[in-house]
């Protein structure tokens, strides 16, 4: 599955092994290894995580 965001595209396989917060920073940890995802409010953050959570 990917995930785009202002242009970047993101791809996430699941499983997903885990996913570390911080404010506007997200890490996801899958097979293919560790993404750092930058966002610039918590709004988008919230609706990346949400948009994982329901994949």
Do not use: E, H, R
Not at 1 to 30: A, F, L
């Amino acid at each position: 599955m990917s995930y785009t965001y202002k242009g970047m595209i993101y791809s996430i396989k699941s499983p997903v092994q885990s996913i570390s917060v911080n404010k506007n920073n997200i890490v996801v940890t899958d097979q293919n290894g560790s993404k750092l995802i930058k966002f610039t409010n918590v709004i988008d953050s919230k609706c990346f995580l949400a948009w994982v959570y329901n994949s």
